[in-house]
């Protein structure tokens, strides 16, 4: 399998930067933070030609960004809610 090169998965998707451009955002614009383990996806499979199996630690990589982040969000929004 390959190898990404550097642990994506120790960034945090949810950050404070990641946090004010979400908030400051318009509704219909689109933000993922976990791009950057997309784009190495897909940047696999082209070298690859189109090999999944070659590709599955970026696949993993960019699974575990965004499963993270959306945890994240979804904590912060429990704590938002109050009763």
């Known amino acids: 399998m ?5 642990n994506s998965t120790e960034k945090d998707p949810w950050n404070a930067e990641t946090k004010a451009k979400f908030k400051s955002k318009n509704r219909s614009e ?14 696999c499979l082209r ?3 189109g090999d999944r199996s070659m590709c599955q630690d970026y696949f993993q990589a960019y699974r ?5 982040w959306t ?3 979804n904590e912060e929004k429990k704590k938002l809610v109050t009763f």
């Not at 390959?2 to 550097?6: F, L, M, P, R, V």
Request: glycine share 4%.
């Open 2 to 6: 390959a190898s990404t090169g550097d």
């Open 30 to 43: 689109f933000l993922d933070p976990c791009q950057e383990s997309a784009s190495r996806s897909i940047q």
């Open 47 to 49: 070298r690859n030609d």
């Open 64 to 68: 575990d960004c965004k499963k993270l």
């Open 71 to 73: 945890d994240k969000r």
